[in-house]
């Protein structure tokens, strides 16, 4: 319900107001002078202040500015006497919203108050939108065929009925923001996403600009400021990168999910969360719950609902598709006319491993059709990828098999063999004669190990 705050000296005024305003479906306050009207602000600020220019104590124009310090875009209505003209265009020039005359007509009253909600509800949704590129997020725009990712798609479908917190896990690049979207936009489109990551910014800052803050309420809080929980309103905040997120700052998340409202640093009014949290990482955060670098509690919270995209090269009947779907939005960008890649390419496509995932490939995508000459992408459009670029495991994977199973107990070689040939055989595509050869062992070992550890090899 839109907040009005009425500040007249004049207690008839006030009551007037008050009734008519509280009929229309506004939360109304009043006040019958300037200090008590910005002390009732400062506390409790309103959506829109009705303001007499001539008050006992101070006058209208200072109470204007210091409103306006408190909080820029403050929506404040003038009403002035029809010999104050000059001086009202001179509010207008001050930063107010609009003016009215006294006695003041209720039609125009109403129409200058449904003008300022529907200015104070674009400024939001602009700052909502300044996260958000020009494309649309539908489930059309999540490729993707196999068992896992239909599954996605149906928890897609349930999640975006409710408001439920949803944790989203994948490698880099998988799409985990473009879920989180696509939800949203399912979910509240008109509202905004926002989306903070919580690894690119320090602590202090994080703590604000997720709950705002208080004017004064530390060395360069000139101005109260609404943080991202405060500005999603109905809509998302899309914290990114939440295994990042500082101990202690989890413990204030975490109540504020139990409670479901804050205040704001340095503040100590309580303000209710109306966004619905989904949160992403790119590790594993049970692990890290495992060695106490994340709270359980907290995890458990998040984790609601959990979606984990699998890594593109393990559902590589997806890399086609996606081709398709990639070139055609490069195409449209770059106003080129790329039909394809060729089949030697695509050879070398679909046995890479894609550390990247996703992102990488629109990303290969997006340089080969600069440069391109033909309309299909060919060898030389891609330089960065070589053939023996298709069984390469990265560093970071390998220290992830290293892991050990408890804490301070070291692998075995053995372990270390198991761990090994059970990624080779997951992660990549190649056959068992390729595998033998990336291993560096011969056909009758490799069969011997794979019976020694249990493995089966489903691919031929
Ligand atoms: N299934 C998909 N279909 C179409 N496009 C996709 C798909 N998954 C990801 N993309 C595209 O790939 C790019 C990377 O996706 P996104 O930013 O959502 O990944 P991410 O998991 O958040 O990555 P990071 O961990 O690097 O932040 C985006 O341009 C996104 O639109
Ligand atoms: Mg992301």
Redesign the pocket.
């Known amino acids: 319900m839109p907040s009005i705050l009425v500040i007249d000296d004049d207690v008839s005024i006030c009551e007037t107001l008050e009734l008519y305003l509280a009929e229309e479906g506004y939360l109304v306050d009043t006040a019958q002078s300037g200090t008590e009207g910005l002390n009732k602000y400062v506390s409790k600020p309103a959506d829109v202040v009705i303001l007499d220019i001539r008050l006992p104590d101070v006058d209208g124009f200072s109470v204007l500015e210091d409103l306006r310090e408190d909080n820029e875009n403050v929506k404040v209505i003038m009403i002035t006497a029809f010999h104050d003209m000059e001086t009202t265009i001179n509010a207008m020039k001050g930063g107010a919203f609009d003016y009215i005359h006294k006695p003041v007509n209720v039609d125009e009253l109403d129409m200058a108050i449904r003008k300022a909600l529907k200015s104070l509800e674009m400024e939001k949704k602009i700052e909502g939108l300044l996260t958000e590129p020009s494309r649309s997020f539908r489930v059309g725009?999540?490729?993707?065929t196999g068992n896992e990712m239909r599954e996605i798609f149906k928890t897609i479908g349930t999640v975006s009925q409710s408001r439920t917190t949803v944790l989203i896990q994948?490698?880099?690049?998988?799409?985990?923001?473009?879920?989180a979207k696509v939800i949203h936009h399912n979910t509240s489109p008109d509202e905004p996403f926002i989306a903070v990551n919580c690894s690119a910014i320090v602590e202090t800052l994080l703590e604000s600009e997720l709950f705002g803050h208080e004017k004064g309420s530390f060395t360069g809080a000139i101005a109260r400021k609404l943080g991202k929980f405060e500005l999603a309103r109905y809509g998302t905040v899309f914290l990114?990168e939440i295994s990042e997120m500082s101990i202690n700052l989890q413990a204030k998340l975490l109540r504020v999910l139990q409670e479901m409202e804050f205040e704001r640093v340095g503040g100590k009014d309580k303000v209710k969360v109306n966004a619905r949290i989904m949160t992403?990482t790119?590790k594993d955060l049970k692990t890290m719950v495992n060695e106490g670098k994340f709270r359980d509690d907290l995890y458990y919270r998040l984790n609601i609902v959990a979606i984990t995209?699998p890594p593109l090269r393990t559902r590589r009947q997806?890399i086609s598709p996606?081709i398709d779907?990639?070139l055609a939005k490069i195409n449209l960008d770059l106003h080129k006319k790329v039909i394809g890649v060729s089949d030697e390419m695509m050879d070398i496509f679909m046995k890479y491993h894609w550390p990247g995932?996703?992102?990488e490939l629109?990303n290969l995508l997006v340089r080969a059709c600069v440069v391109a000459k033909g309309q299909v992408l060919g060898k030389s459009d891609f330089p960065e990828l070589g053939a023996d670029d298709a069984v390469k495991v990265t560093p970071n994977e390998i220290d992830g098999i290293f892991k050990p199973s408890a804490p301070g107990k070291l692998l075995t070689l053995d372990e270390v063999e198991e761990r090994y040939i059970r990624k080779v055989v997951k992660e990549t595509d190649i056959n068992k004669g390729e595998i033998c050869e990336v291993l560096g062992i011969s056909r009758p070992t490799f069969e011997r190990k794979l019976e020694k550890y249990g493995i089966t090899f489903e691919r031929e």
């Open positions: 725009d999540i490729i993707g994948g490698e880099s690049g998988t799409g985990k923001e473009l879920i990114d992403a790119n995209i997806d996606l779907y990639l995932n996703i992102r629109e």
